[in-house]
C-alpha cells in the first residue's frame, strides 16, 4: 500500500513562513491535498490538487510538489493557523492521509 | 452548502457490528462527480480513510479494514451507511462522513464518537 509521511511538529513565530512537508515515493505523480484541523473540529481542506485554494481560504496559504516531497506553506504565518496539517494522496482508488503534522506558532 | 451529519450509536460491544449513517443535504448522492466517504480518528491520532462509496454501487476500502468493512448508499434517503464488524478496541475513534472528490475531501461531517467497551 501506498505510504506518505510528515513531521510531527513544527514551530515557527507568528509573521514567520511555515513550510510542512509530505513524503512519498513519487508523490509528484499523485495529486495532494492539505487539510487543516483545530482542537475539537473536523477537517478543513485548505489545498487541493497540489496548489489550488477552496473558496475562504487565504491566500498565505499555498502548495507544490515535486519528486517525492510535497510542501504546504503558510506565509506570514498567524495565530490561528496553530493546528495540526494532513496531507492525502489519492492512488488507485484508494486515498491516504499523512500522520498529520503538529503546527505551533508562538 | 452541502452538509453532513452522522448518527448512530455512542457505545458498541467488543466483537459486535458498529453501524453508522450519514444524513447528506444540499447535495444528491447520486451526483456522479463524487463518492462519499467514511475517515475515522482515533482519540489524539490522527486520520485514517475507511472506505468510500459511490452511486452505482462500487466501493474502495482501506486494505487494512476491507474484510470488515461494508459502505452501502440509499439514494431515495440521501443517506449513507457504514458497517464495521467484530469491533475491539481499537475501533475507538471519532467517525467523519464526508464527500469524496476522489482527489479530496471537500465537506466533512461534524464527527461522532463510537467507543467500544463491554
Known amino acids: 500500500s501506498y505510504d506518505v509521511t510528515q513531521p510531527p511538529s513544527l514551530s515557527v513565530s507568528p509573521g514567520q513562513t511555515a513550510s510542512i512537508t509530505c513524503s512519498g515515493d513519487?508523490?509528484?505523480?499523485?495529486?495532494v491535498s492539505w487539510y487543516q484541523q483545530k482542537p475539537g473540529q473536523s477537517p478543513l481542506l485548505v489545498l487541493y490538487q497540489d496548489i489550488k485554494r477552496p473558496s475562504g481560504i487565504p491566500g498565505r496559504f499555498s502548495g507544490s510538489n515535486s519528486g517525492n516531497t510535497a510542501t504546504l506553506t503558510i506565509s506570514g504565518t498567524q495565530t490561528m493557523d496553530e493546528a495540526d496539517y494532513y496531507c492525502?494522496?489519492?492512488?488507485?482508488?484508494?486515498?491516504?492521509f499523512g500522520g498529520g503534522t503538529k503546527l505551533t506558532v508562538l | 452548502q452541502v452538509q453532513l451529519q452522522e448518527s448512530g450509536p455512542g457505545l458498541v460491544k467488543p466483537s459486535e457490528t458498529l453501524s453508522l449513517t450519514c444524513t447528506v443535504s444540499?447535495?444528491?448522492?447520486?451526483?456522479?462527480?463524487?463518492?462519499w466517504a467514511w475517515i475515522r480518528q482515533p482519540p489524539g491520532k490522527g486520520l485514517e480513510w475507511i472506505g468510500s462509496g459511490y452511486y452505482t454501487g462500487d466501493t474502495y476500502y482501506n486494505t487494512s479494514l476491507k474484510s470488515r468493512v461494508t459502505i452501502s448508499l440509499n439514494t431515495s434517503k440521501n443517506q449513507f451507511s457504514l458497517n464495521l464488524r467484530s469491533v475491539t478496541a481499537a475501533d475507538t475513534a471519532i467517525y467523519f462522513c464526508?464527500?469524496?472528490?476522489?482527489?479530496?475531501?471537500?465537506?466533512w461531517g461534524r464527527g461522532t464518537l463510537v467507543t467500544v467497551s463491554s
Open positions: 444540499g447535495g444528491s448522492l447520486s451526483d456522479s462527480l463524487y463518492f
Open positions: 464526508a464527500r469524496d472528490h476522489e482527489e479530496n475531501f471537500d465537506y
Open positions: 492525502q494522496a489519492w492512488d488507485s482508488s484508494t486515498r491516504v
Open positions: 513519487k508523490l509528484s505523480d499523485r495529486y
